[in-house]
């Protein structure tokens, strides 16, 4: 998921569903400034994981399904990526059209809103106008295999 966040950016890179920051280490190996980071986590016992283990990183306890409520006060320049490892496919289709809309809101014009799932659909439609979409390759050597989805304002 990583490879598709820019590192030498400077504007911020939104995580939604940060957890215990399994993704968030991935972005940091990546060479992505942890200060850049606005990690989003429902949890508060995982938002205070978070905040000890990284500390430079703006933590948002909050729901990723209501993004613009939840990060209102929280980004003052437009995203350069949001990555997510919400579990998409289990909420109705118009949370998750509304999530991406609200992702793409906040971010840079071709900013990636990169959604790792097990599905083997994509978790959001391929065709939605206005929005470019790729996908990477089944990633079978994960157990069960997964695809990385990325969307773009089109």
Do not use: H
């Not at 850049?36 to 430079?56: D, H, I, M």
């Not at 949370?95 to 793409?104: C, D, G, I, P, S």
């Amino acid at each position: 998921m990583a490879e598709y966040v820019n590192p030498d950016d400077t504007a911020p890179v939104i995580e939604l569903g940060a957890g215990t920051g399994a993704i968030t280490n991935g972005l940091i190996q990546r060479g992505v400034d942890p200060s850049r980071l606005v990690l989003v986590e429902y949890n508060p016992g995982f938002c205070a994981l978070l905040k000890e283990r990284y500390p430079q990183a703006t933590i948002v306890q909050g729901d990723a399904y209501s993004l613009r409520d939840t990060l209102r006060n929280a980004l003052k320049t437009p995203a350069s990526a949001i990555v997510s490892g919400l579990p998409l496919v289990t909420r109705p289709m118009a949370v998750r059209l509304k999530l991406l809309r609200e992702a793409l809101a906040l971010a840079a014009s071709n900013a990636p809103f990169i959604q790792f799932t097990y599905s083997v659909a994509p978790p959001i439609p391929k065709s939605l106008s206005g929005v470019q979409t790729e996908a990477s390759e089944r990633i079978w050597m994960n157990l069960p295999p997964a695809r990385i989805w990325v969307y773009r304002k089109g």
